[in-house]
């Protein structure tokens, strides 16, 4: 089983619409988790951390769920320029190399 | 304010050849990261450096892949003999954090690496 698993979608929706995605991972005692998006062709970058308590940051809020080991991302009144792969990133303490990358989930808002 | 700056942003080279890549992190950012991601993929930790600290390695896929940070700043990562499957983007980031991995990544632009 991997450690962070994604829907690779893709998910294809209309503007305006509501889209969520989930990431689930495996091991319990991870500490931090993040959603950052990637363009096509251009690095990551961080869309926002997700906080215990869930957060919000305008259209865009995330939750954890940490008895069933996953975290999502909801996105309100879809633009066009939402359109990106997500990414979600989930850390364990103790080694860089706990630092683990979801393979992404793709959406595309459509006109 | 500068953000990762890595160089050169697209490589092709011959089978068998040497290449290196570059990463000039932010200033002032004591962790460097190094990542590649092949196409359609997610991102594939190699290399993870911390401010004086032996460099964690563990993500190299093979002792043809090497990197180093000079003077806690720049890196470079080095492949050679270069084989076709080692192409890939290759990305920096560098982040703020000591060993607290609560803070974000920035990443650069990424190396496309091509070998023929």
């Known amino acids: 089983r991997k450690e962070v698993e994604q829907d690779p979608g893709p998910f294809n929706v209309p503007e305006g619409a509501t889209v969520a995605f989930n990431c689930t991972y495996s091991n319990s005692a991870s500490q931090s988790f993040f959603w950052y998006r990637q363009d096509c062709r251009k690095e990551p970058k961080l869309l926002m951390s997700?906080?215990?308590s869930g957060n919000e940051d305008g259209r865009f809020t995330a939750q954890l769920n940490r008895a069933s080991q996953y975290i999502s991302l909801l996105i309100r009144d879809s633009k066009l320029s939402d359109s990106a792969t997500y990414l979600c990133?989930?850390?364990?303490?103790?080694?860089?190399?706990?630092?683990?990358f979801g393979s992404g989930t793709q959406l595309t808002v459509l006109p | 304010g500068a953000g990762v700056s890595q160089s050169p942003s697209n490589k092709v080279t011959e089978k068998g050849k040497d290449v290196e890549l570059r990463c000039d992190p932010i200033?002032?950012?004591?962790?460097l990261y190094w990542y590649r991601q092949s196409l359609g993929q997610g991102l594939e930790f190699l290399i993870y450096f911390q401010g004086n600290s032996a460099p964690d390695k563990s993500g190299l896929p093979s002792d043809r892949f090497s990197a180093e940070r000079t003077g806690g700043s720049v890196s470079t990562l080095t492949i050679q003999r270069t084989q076709q499957e080692d192409s890939a983007v290759y990305l920096c980031?560098?982040?703020?954090?000591?060993?607290?991995?609560?803070?974000?990544?920035?990443f650069g632009n990424g190396t496309r690496l091509t070998v023929t």
């Open positions: 200033s002032g950012h004591t962790a």
């Open positions: 990133v989930v850390i364990l303490s103790g080694s860089a190399r706990q630092l683990t």
């Open positions: 997700v906080y215990s």
């Open positions: 980031a560098s982040s703020s954090a000591g060993t607290d991995y609560n803070s974000p990544l920035h």
